[in-house]
């Protein structure tokens, strides 16, 4: 019992003074962020203040308000020019405020290099902004060409004006599509990059509001311009054209159409097919006035928009530019297997990859989900076999993927099972010894746990075995633990040493394993500790016969006013040394004294109460990682820079990078914290508590 007492007392000192350290080394935020800081604080001004503008100017592109009516057979349109030049004088505001973060960047990198990563802020604006300056134009010249088009058609079809406008009223129209399709690739194209905007300290989502409103506006305008291609093929000279869309390399079409001159079908006439401006095949007009041609897609064709059209050998007529959308043919990936559990046995799972495309599959290649390559057969179908030990998992997914070429789209598809379960077994002794009598009880613990996520397998046989010979069968309890004692002189042991194992032998479901076995000397009748490692114990053992513990506590209740008083100590020892510590000049470590620090322990840092106190918790993690060696927090090094020089030292790298990201975002965005990323930055920042780099 006296030795008991010891112990106790031992370890609450112990822990005392391990909380005095933690303690003394918390101080206030470390600032390295100096005159670089207050530059990126000016960079993501200059950022805000660009995306407000180009709010602006999208509006202005949305204000143009482009009416266009046909009342009685005549066209007619209004809409604001003025609008439309603000829109365009606004992007070019918005590349002029860009410029200023340009030279922010510019003015950090030339002193700083740990804040490249500026960059990385500054270019999905950049590439937005040039995106926004073609739409505009490209929205000018769209409108422009419309009403032009629907000024030459009033000309030609209702004041009766010669048809040698039509061809020109023609080509507005085609023109406008042309347009059309330009300020669609932009609108995609500034999704894209706003997509690879840091949405933790930036905030985008105005500018994809407006992205909705923008395809909704192309939506209308492409109504307008079907509208105006009715109008034009009204006319009584007419040539139309048709082909299906899309269109797949290697594939042969059908491009058809009629010809009509002054309302009567003429047959006879020559057509040319062209495709990119170069004449490709030709055919003649039946007596329906029709006429139908052959146009094979290269295998080697690019993929997105072909313009074709056809026209009259003699030049009087020509129809419109008929967009083709070229695309790669559909590829399906299909996996079946014919059980949903293999337990110890062989996996097979049978696969096909299907495509319309006339290609021979035997030449593709696909990936599973173990980064195994797959050659199909030349009609795509395949087989899998894998062991069922092979998949940590209980539940288990086998997903298999084809990126897709030049010819086919990529797809993939995945199938489900379940296989048997990895387990842990740990084995511990219940106390601690030196020597003791052959005949008295030794007590050991332990636990069967599930590998993959941790979690405690009750109501398990566990087989404790001495020298490999089972002595004992026992079962883990409802927590998963167990506990058995062996007196030693029960088995006709010889002198020397013997092996103290557990050992699970497993289920269906569960696989086998065995712990780390205990090796304790036999001599002159007494047991004694091997000189080799003992497993290390993990702590309480949840039995549920009862514990020593609380016996252990109530024995020694004397400890309780001795513990008060050494914590009231403890508190005025902090205070004092902290404020001995304000006195004196900011601990500098070295480089040399930094490599000491590898293996450092960090102990938990305060957290923060408010979205305010952020840097400040931060500051003090990094003043911990500073005074304990851990790595040197200089002058004019960045938090990313601490981050990149940490990640590669901890196996927390997620934890790591949210309190760093979360921080970026307190500190330099100037946007709230929710009190969801609050709890996350405290949570993750306790994560780092007792991590080893």
């Known amino acids: ?37 207050m530059s990126l604080r000016g960079l993501y001004a200059s950022l805000n203040r660009t995306q407000s503008l180009m709010i602006f100017s999208i509006n202005e592109s949305l204000n143009v308000d482009y009416n266009q009516s046909i009342p009685d057979g005549k066209a007619i349109v209004n809409y604001s020019e003025q609008h439309v030049q603000e829109s365009i004088n606004i992007s070019y505001e918005v590349d002029e405020s860009l410029s200023g973060a340009r030279n922010l960047i510019d003015d950090i990198e030339g002193n700083v290099s740990s804040y490249r990563f500026l960059t990385d802020l500054y270019l999905p604006y950049m590439k937005v902004s040039e995106n926004l300056t073609s739409l505009t134009i490209s929205h ?83 109504g307008l311009i079907d509208e105006l291609l009715l109008l034009y093929e009204s006319i009584p000279e007419y040539l139309s054209i048709y082909a299906p869309t899309p269109v797949h390399p290697g594939e042969t079409i059908l ?26 095949n030709s055919s003649t007009t039946d007596e329906n006035g029709s006429y139908g041609m052959n146009l094979k897609i290269p295998w080697d064709q690019p ?135 052959i005949s008295e009880p030794l007590y050991f613990k332990g636990r069967l746990t599930n590998r993959t996520n941790g979690e405690g397998l009750g109501g398990q046989s566990i087989s404790v075995r ?49 712990a780390e076995p205990i090796l304790l000397n036999i001599e002159d009748g007494k047991v004694l500790m091997s000189d080799e490692t003992l497993p290390t114990d993990d702590g309480d053992d949840g039995s549920e016969e009862g514990s020593t513990l609380m016996e252990t506590v109530e024995d020694n209740l004397f400890l309780v006013p001795i513990i008060v008083a050494m914590i009231i100590v403890l508190f005025i020892a902090v205070y004092l040394s902290r404020k001995k510590s304000k006195e004196q000049k900011e601990v500098v470590v070295t480089p040399e004294e930094s490599k000491k620090g590898a293996g450092k322990k960090i102990s938990s840092v305060k957290e923060a109460s408010s979205g305010d106190e952020i840097p400040s918790s931060y500051g003090r993690f990094l003043r911990k990682l500073d005074l304990e060696g851990v790595i040197e927090v200089s002058k004019g090094k960045s938090h990313r820079e601490v981050y990149e020089e940490l990640k590669v030292r901890t196996e927390k790298d997620d934890a790591l990078w949210t309190v760093t990201s979360l921080f970026e975002k307190a500190y330099f965005s100037g946007r709230p914290i929710s009190s969801s990323e609050l709890t996350e930055f405290n949570e993750k920042l306790q994560e780092m508590r007792g991590e080893v780099f």
């Open 466 to 514: 001495i020298d490999g010979d089972e002595v004992k069968n026992i079962t883990s309890n409802r927590t998963s633990h167990y506990n058995f004692s062996l007196t030693l002189d029960e088995y006709d042991l010889s002198e020397g040493g013997h092996k103290i194992a557990a050992v699970f032998t497993g289920t269906t479901k569960l696989r086998d394993s065995r």
């Open 303 to 437: 993929l997105g928009i072909l313009p074709i059209r056809t026209g009259l050998k003699d030049g009087n007529g020509s129809s419109r530019v008929l967009n083709l959308s070229v695309e790669r043919y559909g590829s399906t990936v299909d996996l079946k297997t014919d059980k949903k559990e293999y337990y110890n046995e062989s996996i097979t799972i049978n696969g096909s990859l299907i495509t319309e495309a006339p290609v021979r599959l035997n030449r593709t290649n696909l990936t599973d989900s173990l980064n195994d390559t797959i050659v199909p057969s030349e009609d795509g179908s395949f087989m899998l076999s894998y062991d069922s030990v092979d998949f940590r998992w209980g539940m288990s997914e086998v997903e298999v993927t084809f990126e897709g070429n030049r010819t086919l789209k990529g797809s993939s598809d995945s199938v489900k099972f379940e296989v048997n379960i990895p387990t842990d077994l740990s084995l511990y002794m219940n106390e601690s010894w030196e020597k003791k009598d």
């Open 255 to 280: 491009v058809s159409g009629f010809f009509m001159e002054e309302g009567e079908y003429k047959k006879g006439k020559e057509v040319e097919l062209y495709v990119n401006g170069s004449l490709q």
């Open 1 to 37: 019992m006296r030795k008991t007492r010891e112990i106790i007392c031992l370890l609450a000192i112990a822990l005392l003074v391990v909380s005095t350290a933690g303690i003394s080394l918390a101080g206030e935020s470390h600032d390295n962020f100096d005159e670089a800081g």
């Open 140 to 222: 000018s010249a769209l409108l422009e060409n419309m009403s032009r088009a629907a000024e030459i058609y009033n000309r030609v079809s209702v004041e009766g004006e010669e048809k040698s406008l039509l061809r020109e009223g023609v080509k507005r129209v085609h023109d406008s599509s042309f347009h059309l399709n330009d300020m669609r690739g932009e609108v995609q194209g500034m999704k894209k990059n706003l997509q690879d905007i840091n949405r933790t300290v930036l905030d985008p989502s105005p500018l994809d509001a407006k992205m909705d409103e923008l395809e909704g506006l192309l939506s209308y305008y492409k």
